[in-house]
């Protein structure tokens, strides 16, 4: 008879980490790996530094090597593509060795979302592919230590990252942080906003969706036919809507981004400023959080996005907190037209039942491109 193994502590996880000298960590979160981000955050919060993408956070740990550290990066599969330009080509070239702790979404066998189906099939032989040694993340303590040891190793012989895969369920969550009030207006939830950029819009407006709640609240309030629901391929929801708006013109469109997208594709908006003709509302949600892997800090809270669309060539911006001050901006900026910036300071929460969506990511895109060319 075989019992089940515990899942690993984040406490215990970092505690090994430090004591062979690894840090600073850095990456961008994913729920597997949530509490680990927690337990930095709460015990060692300047050994953990915030990145937009994943393909920063391996470059950044490649400067720490350089500056004598031992840096870690973590990263959900899904953001494994944006690795391979600086594993290949940074740490490979330069020898510059990394360690890496890479989730398991959508392994095959374990039901999963869509978006993850494919990488998650891949992802053992994606790294492979690029040379990197990796095994599935032992949950024994003594045999983590054991690992860890020869991944240090391997890495110290070979000049090359090394890769921890991170199933499922290894680590164990760890203890929520009470929130604290900050005082100040009230600010709108995501949903209510989402009720007030609909309510506000040209009817004939089509709505591109970022990953996520938002995506899922949008199909869950408001399902209709303009809307397209970008599951998945984080940061990429503005390019999308770009791209319709330039050979779909004769339609509006609205983006509803967040913040944590928007900081992981930022060159997103140098491209609609420099199309700043079309009618294009990108539509900012921002909760300075990445909701959907557990609440963890996106660097929002220090970035003046409004400022950054005016220098990328946007016609105009607005930062609203209040459900009529953005209706009334929405509207303003379908009336007057050109490309148009709209940070929306909204509160972290959701409904706890919120659902997947419904509509399959293939019939979500079929059903926008009928609307598009009736």
Same mark, same amino acid.
């Given at each position: 008879m075989t019992t089940a193994t515990a899942a690993l502590g984040a406490r215990t996880l970092v505690g090994l980490l430090r004591e062979r000298g690894f840090g600073p960590f850095t990456g961008v979160p994913c729920s597997f790996l949530g509490p680990v981000i927690s337990c930095l955050e709460a015990e060692h919060p300047s050994e953990y530094l915030i990145a937009a993408n994943e393909g920063e956070a391996v470059a950044l740990a490649a400067g720490a090597h350089l500056a004598g550290r031992? =840096?870690?990066?973590? @990263?959900?599969? $899904? #953001? @494994?593509?944006?690795?391979?330009? =600086? @594993?290949? $080509?940074?740490c490979h070239t330069l020898r510059l060795p990394v360690l890496l702790f890479v989730t398991w979404r959508g392994r095959p066998g374990r039901p999963d979302e869509p978006q993850h189906e494919l990488m998650g099939r891949i992802t053992p032989d994606l790294l492979t592919a690029m040379e990197i040694a990796h095994e599935v993340l032992p949950e024994e303590p003594a045999l983590l230590a054991e690992r860890l040891d020869a991944a240090e190793a391997h890495m110290a012989a070979t000049g090359l990252p090394y890769a921890f895969v991170v199933p499922k369920g +290894?680590?164990?969550p760890y203890p929520a942080v009470p929130a604290?009030? +900050? #005082? #100040? =207006?009230?600010l709108l939830k995501r949903a209510e906003a989402i009720a007030q950029i609909v309510g506000a819009m040209d009817p004939r407006s089509l709505v591109v969706a970022t990953t996520g709640k938002t995506a899922r609240e949008l199909e869950r309030d408001f399902d209709r036919p303009e809307n397209l629901y970008v599951v998945g391929s984080m940061g990429c929801a503005s390019s999308v809507a770009l791209g319709v708006a330039l050979y779909a013109p004769d339609r509006p469109v609205v983006i509803l981004d967040g913040d #944590? +997208? +928007?900081l992981m594709r930022l060159e997103a908006m140098a491209a609609i400023g420099r199309h700043a003709d079309t009618g294009l509302c990108h539509v900012l949600l921002d909760n300075e959080a990445y909701e959907s892997t557990g609440g963890q800090p996106t660097a929002s809270a220090g970035v003046d996005f409004g400022a950054i669309a005016v220098a990328c060539g946007y016609r105009a911006v607005a930062d609203v907190t209040e459900g009529d001050a953005l209706a009334a901006a929405l509207r303003a900026a379908q009336v007057t037209g050109g490309a148009r910036l709209i940070r929306v300071r909204i509160v972290p929460g959701s409904d706890p039942g919120l659902g997947r969506p419904a509509l399959r990511p293939p019939a979500s895109a079929a059903?926008?491109?009928?609307?598009?060319? $009736?």
């Open positions: 031992k =840096p870690v990066v973590i @990263l959900q599969n $899904s #953001g @494994l593509g944006n690795t391979v330009n =600086p @594993l290949t $080509s940074l +290894a680590v164990a604290t009030d +900050a #005082g #100040g =207006p009230r #944590g +997208a +928007a059903r926008f491109k009928r609307v598009i060319a $009736s």
